[in-house]
């Protein structure tokens, strides 16, 4: 590291170092000098072990933590868990004060801001009404998910918040001698909570308690930050004279969505009252912060009548205030404020009762989000009329784009299942009605042809004499559910139906049959469609065959009816996990690309504006990663202004749990829209049909070296079963929703999320990189350039540097030592020794191959920051992996008392918060 470099990084050490010592006081003062000095041991012998003192030093930390009594282990386990936690904690915090230090020293825009965006496509020529068109059908989401890979509990996350803002504040603030020491003295207070609170969840997470979780994130950063990104990019086109028309009038293009309480894929607890609850819980929120925001802001607008004059339209308001008193009579907007307030309050009641209509007592309430928004304009054109614009700029334009991004429901909540429970439920209707069909006995053409005639007949299958089996009532039942909704909250509350593993047109048209039973699709002269039917494209094949089903689609004159009444846009989403986990790392990531090229054919041949929905993980393994450099990587014309993307487990703490961490994630996601469609690299890349030749054929190679491992290899199912902790994962709370589909121990109805974070606790990380080290070497051996058309592939095609990026990150956390240990619980000698050295040959080709593409000399040259950050958190992981591995041991040798359970758990969470992005 560079001078300039160690400089910038040198308060992030300071900080680590505060950190640290806090902790070891606080052990110190529970634990006692004796655990003190043992973990403090532990803690040299790791760092020697890491600074490369060869198999004395690995020896030495390995005796250290043998013969560990259980209390014992579970006290080092918390400590080196709790270092790896206040780590992630103050880096964090540093990249935020480098963000504002770098902006405020007045260089030029970061990459990945929207100014740098706004920059960059000025360069090139965009014009004024190219960009209004791009905002007027722009659309980011972040989705957030309940995929349990998040091993915090909120109340240790609580926790983290409330040391980073009192860290935060050494910085941020200038102290007087006093306020430095009551700041150490609060963190100290929140580090001894946080040692005394339990990190572990003693009960499984239910579904209400996900929901809550997931609240919790609009309350720390969504509800004010949303705004705040909005009104930011509003006013840096402003004073741009170029783009300043483009700012008048900018709608909301940043929108939230959730999963949770509507993703019934796998998760039998999800029903339709717990989806009812899941938006009623969203509208709670959101109503609290609206109704609080009125209130600050009838503090703030004290203005006198007697000083400045008031609109017609805010003296209505005013005259139908409840607050009548003296003191209030020339306070004309406090009084407007005071009447808004108590027509919000009536709308939160009703809403919480199941509707909302005018039932003549007053005050009424508003019936939809534009007669709320109506009344707060009146208020901002009155301001702005009147002198006061300065005011109006303030917390009422905050207010004002909360609600044009979160309206009264605060994020559309998808439903999404399996097309299994679809075909069953359509199966049931027709046998119940008497048709005499069999559907399960027809042949795709046979079902197409069925599911269009019956969309067509005004005639409902569903009886309400017929009784359905349990499965299909349950269905049934999120139907009525979804109409029912609709009519309460309007469409925009729940406007998405995902199919997981679709793989035929006939998934769709179920469906839409479905739908047509409880009136969301209804046909005739003029078809509507009230929800988007979306699907979900997973495996390999399935991305293979995707773009010939949307083709099949698009030519039924009714289905095309039905997109007609959507703006003639539909949706397609692309699974990153199970394609991985099908496929492995490279062969996924092309299909995925080739597949998005396809649609982007189909989509235009037919005339019909496509938005994808990228259903991406933590980990590289599910398609993680930095999210600017993946959109950016994106093939020509698949973003087109329009991005949905997942946010899963310990990823949606790690970026949206801080404030000011939170808006910056989410303007990345911004910038990268705006320059991936109005730049679009891809479309003008030289040679790229060469280039998509060269890496399907390194597919080909890839997707036969990791099936040859992972499905074809005798044994391979026991070698991860008995090497991983995927067992054990699979009891720890951290989710509500079955580790595997099915009562199968197989791997392919195993989900991907405990696949892939299994094989980030073992620290052979085999989703991220596998199969690629042998493609490359066929690939040479077979073009004598080879080498050389690699390399300048990667020079020029963001696809290929976002994908050797993520891999090298992979690969800077794979530890083949600590892996070894972990093979070494297989019993099976032969075995292990087959698949681990198939592991270690293709690590080291993978490596070579890596590094003689990008020119590198070691891992993460490109990312310094990176390489530190997993270099100084080694030796804190490391004493956490070797205790795993003994106390996987000694529990599956039969010491499974609660004591040894807790200490496993402990460590998957230690491990977990090590490598940050582990599912």
Not at 11 to 16: A, S
Not at 81 to 102: K, P, Q, T
Not at 275 to 289: C, D, G, I
Not at 895 to 910: P, W
Request: with cysteine; hydrophobic share 40%; glycine share 8%.
């Amino acid at each position: 590291m560079n001078a300039s470099a160690a400089d910038k990084d040198l308060p992030l050490r300071e900080d680590i170092r505060f950190l640290g010592r806090i902790l070891g006081d606080t052990l110190r003062e529970q634990e006692g000098e004796d655990i003190f000095q043992l973990i403090e041991g532990i803690r040299q012998t790791a760092i020697r072990y890491r600074r490369g003192e060869g198999k004395a030093a690995r020896s030495m930390l390995e005796h250290s933590l043998d013969g560990l009594s259980p209390e014992h282990t579970i006290a080092v386990v918390r400590a080196f868990s709790y270092f790896s936690h206040l780590c992630n904690i103050a880096e964090d915090l540093h990249h935020n004060r480098r963000r504002i230090v770098y902006s405020q020293a007045g260089a030029p825009p970061r990459e990945g801001s929207v100014a740098l965006a706004l920059h960059r496509i000025k360069a090139a020529g965009v014009k004024a009404q190219t960009l209004r068109s791009f905002f007027e059908r722009a659309l980011v989401s972040p989705v957030l998910t309940a995929h349990p890979t998040e091993v915090q509990r909120k109340s240790v996350l609580d926790c983290h918040l409330m040391i980073s803002n009192r860290l935060g504040e050494r910085t941020r603030l200038t102290m007087t001698p006093e306020e430095l020491a009551e700041n150490e003295a609060s963190l100290r207070r929140a580090i001894l909570t946080l040692w005394q609170t339990n990190e572990l969840r003693t009960f499984k997470l239910r579904v209400h308690d996900e929901i809550e979780n997931g609240l919790s994130y609009y309350r720390y950063t969504f509800l004010r930050e949303v705004p705040r990104l909005c009104a930011q990019i509003e006013d840096a086109l402003a004073s741009d004279p170029d783009y300043a028309s483009v700012a008048k009038d900018m709608p909301s293009f940043v929108q939230m969505g959730s999963w949770i309480g509507g993703d019934r894929d796998g998760n039998p607890f999800v029903t339709a009252e717990i989806t009812e609850h899941a938006l009623k819980r969203q509208s709670t929120v959101v109503m609290e912060f609206y109704l609080q925001q009125l209130l600050s802001l009838r503090g703030e607008l004290s203005l006198s009548s007697r000083l400045v004059s008031v609109t017609e339209g805010v003296t209505r308001l005013a005259d139908q205030s409840p607050e009548t008193t003296d003191s209030r009579l020339e306070e004309p907007y406090r009084r407007a404020v005071t009447h808004i307030h108590a027509r919000l309050e009536r709308t939160a009641e009703q809403l919480m009762q199941g509707s909302l209509e005018s039932q003549g007592a007053l005050p009424a309430p508003y019936l939809t989000v534009a007669e709320f928004a109506a009344d707060l304009d009146l208020l901002e054109d009155s301001l702005q009329r009147h002198g006061s614009g300065l005011l109006a700029g303030g917390r009422l334009r905050l207010l004002r784009r909360a609600l044009s991004s979160f309206g009264f429901h605060l994020a559309p909540l998808d439903l999404r299942q399996h097309s299994e429970f679809h075909e069953k439920a359509v199966a049931e209707l027709l046998d119940e009605a008497g048709t005499g069909i069999h559907y399960a006995s027809l042949d795709e053409d046979q079902r197409i042809e069925l599911l269009v005639r019956e969309l067509g007949n005004p005639r409902p299958l569903r009886s309400p004499f017929a009784e359905y089996s349990e499965t299909v009532q349950k269905e049934l039942d999120v139907f009525d559910m979804a109409a029912e909704l609709h009519r309460r909250l309007g469409p925009e509350a729940l406007p998405n139906y995902i199919i997981s593993k679709t793989d035929s047109v006939s998934d769709l048209l179920e469906v839409a049959l479905l739908m047509k039973e409880v009136g969301l699709v209804r046909t005739g002269d003029a078809p509507q469609l009230a929800m988007n039917i979306i699907p979900l494209f997973e495996t390999i094949g399935d991305l293979r065959g995707c773009g010939a089903i949307m083709e099949r689609l698009f030519a039924l004159p009714i289905y095309r009816k039905l997109l007609n009444s959507r703006q003639n846009n539909q949706e397609v989403m692309l699974g990153y996990s199970d394609s991985n986990k099908d496929g492995g790392f490279l062969t996924a990531n092309w299909e995925l690309y080739k597949a998005e090229k396809t649609l982007v054919q189909v989509f235009a041949n037919h005339g019909i504006e496509m938005r994808l929905f990228h259903g991406r993980g933590g980990s590289v393994g599910r398609g993680g990663g930095p999210s600017y450099y993946g959109i950016l990587a994106q093939p020509a014309g698949s973003v087109n202004a329009q991005i949905r993307l997942t946010e899963q487990g310990e990823v949606i703490a790690s970026k949206y749990s801080d404030p000011g961490i939170g808006r910056r994630n989410l303007e990345t996601l911004v910038a990268a829209t705006i320059e991936a469609t109005l730049l679009d690299r891809d479309r003008d890349l030289q040679g790229r049909e060469q280039f998509y030749e060269v890496m399907e054929e390194l597919s080909g190679y890839s997707f036969q070296r990791y099936r040859e491992l992972v499905y074809e290899t005798p044994g391979f199912n026991q070698f991860f079963r008995e090497s991983t902790p995927v067992s054990e994962i699979a009891e720890l709370n951290i989710g509500s929703r079955p580790a595997s589909r099915k009562k199968s121990d197989r791997i392919e109805d195993l989900r991907a999320i405990p696949w892939v974070f299994s094989w980030g606790q073992s620290r052979m990380i085999i989703p991220g990189w596998y199969g690629f080290g042998t493609a490359v070497e066929h690939y040479r051996s077979r073009h004598e350039d080879g080498l050389f058309q690699l390399q300048q592939m990667y020079q020029t095609w963001p696809f290929l540097q976002a994908l050797l990026s993520n891999m090298d990150m992979v690969l800077a956390k794979t530890d083949l030592s600590i892996a070894g240990r972990y093979a070494g619980l297989v019993n099976d000698a032969d075995l292990r020794q087959k698949v681990f050295s198939e592991i270690e040959k293709e690590f080291h080709l993978t490596t070579e191959a890596l590094w003689n593409i990008t020119g590198q000399k070691g891992f993460l040259e490109s990312n310094p920051t990176l390489a530190r950050s997993i270099r100084e958190r080694s030796p804190y992981l490391d004493p956490l992996n070797h205790l795993q591995v003994d106390l996987l041991r000694s529990f599956r040798a039969g010491h499974s008392d609660e004591a040894v359970k807790r200490a496993i758990y402990l460590t998957i969470n230690g491990v977990s918060a090590g490598l940050r992005n582990s599912g």
